[in-house]
């Protein structure tokens, strides 16, 4: 028997995923800036959040996991809080851990119906998101949000979905107050 080192690092604090298979890119605001309300007067090459993803094994084949870090930079669009896209499984099966590491933030959640809901993220929180529901992340703090994450590779991501039916808030802060804006 031999002891060997582990093939990847999840620093849980102040880290980042490390490790030969981690994948990772990075979004900025002109690919995402439409689904801000206005993103008008700041830059387009803002950083606005980074994506790490870790597996071993075949996508494809069923059983096999993704572990995942989120980051979202404080970023705040005319008052808009900074977000991801936010998608559907295209598995409905495949359901999805979501955890919170550092930064404060909330767990947009919607049914196939258009109901929404949100749970707050925080150091420490653990949200399950059933794979029917679409979910998005919101910074809503002012430093950086880490989530991590853990999904089945073979969940797939619906965007379309989303594009086409949006979450029908969207999430302001205004004088340190979150506010909820019906679109
Ligand atoms: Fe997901």
């Not at 102040?14 to 490790?19: H, I, N, R, S």
């Not at 069923?62 to 930079?73: E, H, I, K, P, Q």
């Not at 929180?125 to 002012?142: C, F, K, Q, T, W």
Request: a negative charge; charged letters at 30%; aromatic letters at 12%.
């Amino acid at each position: 028997m031999k002891i060997i080192e582990p093939r990847a690092w999840h620093e849980m604090i102040e880290g980042v995923l490390t490790g030969d298979n981690v994948k990772h890119y990075k979004k900025y605001l002109e690919e995402v800036k439409n689904i801000y309300k206005d993103s008008d007067g700041t830059d387009l090459s803002t950083l606005v959040y980074e994506v790490y993803s870790y597996s071993e094994g075949e996508e494809k084949k069923a059983g096999n996991l993704f572990w995942g870090l989120t980051v979202m930079y404080p970023v705040y669009l005319n008052g808009e809080c900074n977000m991801t896209r936010g998608h559907f499984h295209e598995d409905t099966d495949c359901a999805e851990f979501y955890f919170g590491l550092e930064g404060e933030g909330l767990l947009l959640l919607m049914n196939k119906a258009g109901d929404m809901w949100a749970e707050k993220i925080s150091k420490g929180s653990l949200h399950h998101i059933d794979g029917e529901i679409a979910h998005r992340i919101v910074n809503i703090g002012d430093d950086v949000l880490k989530v991590g994450a853990c999904w089945p590779t073979t969940s797939g991501h619906d965007y379309k979905s989303i594009e086409n039916k949006q979450f029908p808030y969207r999430i302001f802060k205004n004088n340190d107050e979150i506010e909820f804006f019906k679109i």
